[in-house]
């Protein structure tokens, strides 16, 4: 045998896919009685701990009379901080931004039009 014959035997063996032979035993799908939450309540859920949250926050700032209060924003289901002046009661900066929570408002807006499951 010449070296030509030999190589193209090694090539041949070690490219040549293997096909398995056996097959895989399936069971049946298990159903579940439980009802699966929606994602709706999950979401009101957690509206729900997040505005109970800002309340509690808001009673400890007020304990050390600080110039911070916390809130909550529903349509985008999100905390913001306030910082005032205390003398004027003038918001010295919010975060995150109104312009932020808009822009996050108007994105949601869009994904659930692009989304959108009933159509």
Do not use: C, H
């Not at 003398?87 to 108007?106: F, H, N, V, Y």
Request: charged letters at 25%; a negative charge.
């Amino acid at each position: 045998m010449d070296i030509f014959s030999a190589a193209s035997k090694q090539v041949e063996t070690a490219t040549t896919p293997k096909v398995a032979t056996t097959t895989q035993q399936t069971r049946p799908v298990e159903q579940s009685n439980d009802t699966p939450k929606t994602n709706q309540d999950d979401q009101s859920n957690t509206a729900n701990t997040l505005k109970q949250t800002v309340k509690d926050l808001n009673d400890q700032m007020d304990l050390l009379d600080t110039n911070i209060s916390f809130g909550f924003n529903d349509e985008i289901n999100m905390m913001y901080v306030n910082v005032t002046d205390k003398t004027t009661g003038q918001t010295i900066r919010k975060i995150p931004t109104e312009e932020a929570m808009d822009l996050s408002a108007k994105m949601k807006e869009i994904v659930g039009m692009i989304f959108d499951k009933k159509g």
